[in-house]
């Protein structure tokens, strides 16, 4: 740096300035934790397979300290992702910083502080688990007397103690999938992306797995995909759902849970000589704003928004109470579940997903009403495009007031062509809404 540079006044302009990065959707995105490192930041990155868009241009921090889980469809980009950060594949745009390497300009800096558990598993079908865990012990600079410590702890760790000097091809399904778990963690890595580890396991080797990520998540940044919700649910100190490429939310199961679930389900077992409509007022009359969610069989379910939960235990008592005059058996509540937020965000991704053509036929059908100022609005194509990211088309009728309206075109769209070129009946339809 010479004197006679900007740079050595000023100083480079931080160079971390790509990475700092605020999603102002604060609905669907908690606000990041404070205080704590970053081991893994990401800037827009973005992955094409041909014209497939794999990923598309995600941003998001994942903290020192913590588990960040990954969740989403399959297609949905997770192991993409990873792939990236790993160096596997190359970005097609954006980058990434893990351990305060680049992954465009320092791969080799990454993988030093790297652990990894791929998908699918990548081993040497004739070295034993013991000689696995030592090759990877020393890529990752371990030397000397520590790397039998190093094996001997991992190996217990993922309780694989038995099979030490079975080859790799000789183990399980779920024996291998514990022994890619041990590669990733071995070497004290301080960046550990887990692609699914916990597939294949039985259900006891599930829960030891993740007892060893609760302790093996101190000092160091832990990722994971998988599709298991209870698995999200306990270990994701923060959870990010993925779908077609992109971050849709992301924030603590709490969070999620208040953004997707529907509060409590309470779930009646009804005699033959229950009256629902009865049971139902007596519900309402407690919590008004309870909604009856099925009948099924013997089974009467409603669903006890949250907020109301200090009403919860009067309800209680009355059903406990008047159990025969009401004619029902017994009953239970049952909070909400990550398998019902995943279930939800999916189905608002459904909602919002509406082609271009869909949009514009939408747009000028609604032109010829009161919108004549918004059809022009988002005519263009970019104004389109960026209308489409930031509130999609259901939104539209939101924005100007006419919410019953919206839904109302998203059904009639999500109808098919044959519905859509009804214009006529749509305006019929839609009248008395304007
Ligand atoms: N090498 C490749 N060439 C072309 N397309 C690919 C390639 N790898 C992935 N894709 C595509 O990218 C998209 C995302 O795939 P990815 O493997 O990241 O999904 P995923 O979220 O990990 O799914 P799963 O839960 O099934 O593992 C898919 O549509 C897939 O077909
Ligand atoms: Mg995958």
Redesign the pocket.
Known sequence: MYPDQKTYWLGYKGSNAQYEYENPDTKHFEKDPMGLNAGIQIAQLRKE?GN?V?VEGISMKMYDGQITVLL?H???????TMSMLTGFIPPTSGTAQVNGSDIRKDIQGVRESLGLCP?HNILFDSLTVQEHLIFFAKLKGVSGPDVDKEVMSTVRQVDLDGKLKASSESLSGGQKRKLSVGIALIGGSKVVILDEPTSGMDPGARRHTWSVLQQARQDRTIVLTT?YMDEADVLGDRIAIMAEGVIKCCGSSMFLKKLYGAGYHLVVVKRSDCNVDSLTKVVQSHVPTAELESVINTEVSYILPDSESSRFPALFTELDDHKDQLGITSFGTSATTMEEVFLNSELEQEERKITYQETQTMIKMAAGKRWKKSHEDFNKKDDFKQFCIKEQTYLFGLRTGHNRLAKHMFKTFRTGESEMCKCGDFAETTKHML
Not at 74 to 80: D, E
Request: proline fraction near 0%; hydrophobic fraction near 25%; aromatic fraction near 8%.
């Open positions: 397979f497939n794999a989403g399959n297609g949905a980009g997770k192991t993409t998908q599709h």
